[in-house]
C-alpha cells in the first residue's frame, strides 16, 4: 500500500486506488492505475452534475405546476349566498379533482426532497493572488552560474543559470535527489554555493515554504493566524481565505494551524 503525490509512479506501479471522498469521507475504490482512476472520477462527476440538474429540473416543473393549481382552487372557491344556484356539482367536482393534484405534486416534492441530489461542489482550485510590488527591474530574479558539489564529491548543481522574469511564473521539476530543495534554499540564502552568484532587485522578497515546514506550537486557527496583519470585516478575511480553493468550508477554517498535515499548509 502506497500514499503518494507522484501521479508517474502511480500509472507504473499500482493496480487499485483508494479515495477518501472529501464530501461524505467514505473510503472508495478504483480499479486501475491514477489516470484509470482519473478518467473514473470525471464520469462519476458529470453522471452526479446530470442527476442534480435532472432533479432541480423536475423540482422547478412540479413547483411551477404546484402554483398554479393553487390559483385554479382559487379560481373554483365557492360563490357567495346569493349565487349559490351557480355552484352545481359539476363545479364541485372540478374542485376535488383539482384538490387531488395538488396533493400529489406536494407528495412528489416531498419525495424528491428527501432523496435530495446535494449540489456537485465547485472543483477545487488554487488562485495564487500575488501582491506586485513595483519593480523598475524587468526580471524578478536572477541566477548566474551556480555550482555545488556536495561533501562526498558528488557534483549536484553546475553552472546553473536563469532568469525569471517579472511576470513570469516557473515549476521547478526534476527526479528525487537532483538538487531542487537545495537550488531553493540558496536562492533563500539558507545555504551556500559554491559558485555563483543570485540577485534578487529591491524591493521583492521571497516567501519560502520549507519541505520539512512545521506548524508545531501554532494553536491558531487557520483563520485567525491568516487575518494577524489584515484590516477589515471578519466576514471579508473568510471569503478571502475560501477564494484561494485551499480550504473548502468555515469549519475548515477554524482548524488550528498545528492540527494541519503538511499537504494543508
Not at 562526498?152 to 521547478?172: A, C, I, Y
Request: aromatic letters at 8%; proline letters at 4%; hydrophobic letters at 35%.
Amino acid at each position: 500500500m502506497i500514499a503518494s503525490h507522484d501521479r508517474r509512479f502511480l500509472n507504473c506501479v499500482v493496480t487499485k486506488v483508494f479515495e477518501i471522498d472529501e464530501h461524505d469521507h467514505q473510503l472508495r475504490t478504483y480499479v486501475g492505475n491514477y489516470d484509470a482512476y482519473r478518467q473514473q472520477k470525471l464520469i462519476e462527476r458529470r453522471r452526479w452534475e446530470e442527476q442534480y440538474e435532472l432533479q432541480q429540473e423536475e423540482l422547478n416543473v412540479l413547483r411551477t405546476r404546484l402554483h398554479d393549481k393553487a390559483r385554479q382552487i382559487g379560481h373554483h372557491r365557492p360563490p357567495k349566498d346569493h349565487d349559490k344556484s351557480a355552484y352545481d356539482a359539476r363545479g364541485q367536482s372540478v374542485q376535488r379533482a383539482v384538490s387531488r393534484n395538488l396533493r400529489s405534486v406536494q407528495t412528489r416534492i416531498d419525495q424528491l426532497k428527501k432523496e435530495m441530489v446535494r449540489r456537485p461542489p465547485e472543483p477545487l482550485k488554487f488562485h495564487a493572488n500575488f501582491i506586485r510590488e513595483r519593480v523598475n527591474s524587468p526580471y524578478s530574479l536572477s541566477v548566474s552560474e551556480l555550482s555545488l558539489r556536495l561533501n562526498d564529491g558528488r557534483r549536484l548543481l553546475k553552472k546553473v543559470r536563469f532568469t525569471l522574469g517579472r511576470d513570469e511564473h516557473m515549476l521547478l521539476t526534476g527526479p528525487n535527489g537532483a538538487g531542487k530543495s537545495t537550488l531553493l534554499d540558496i536562492i533563500v540564502q539558507r545555504r551556500q554555493a559554491d559558485e555563483g552568484q543570485v540577485f534578487i532587485p529591491s524591493p521583492i522578497k521571497i516567501g519560502y515554504l520549507r519541505q520539512d515546514a512545521s506548524p508545531q506550537g501554532i494553536q491558531l486557527s487557520v483563520l485567525d493566524y491568516f487575518r494577524q496583519e489584515l484590516v477589515g470585516a471578519l466576514d471579508e478575511h473568510v471569503t478571502q481565505l475560501l477564494s484561494f480553493g485551499l480550504y473548502t468550508s468555515f469549519d475548515d477554517c477554524l482548524m488550528r494551524v498545528d492540527q494541519l498535515s503538511p499537504g494543508q499548509l
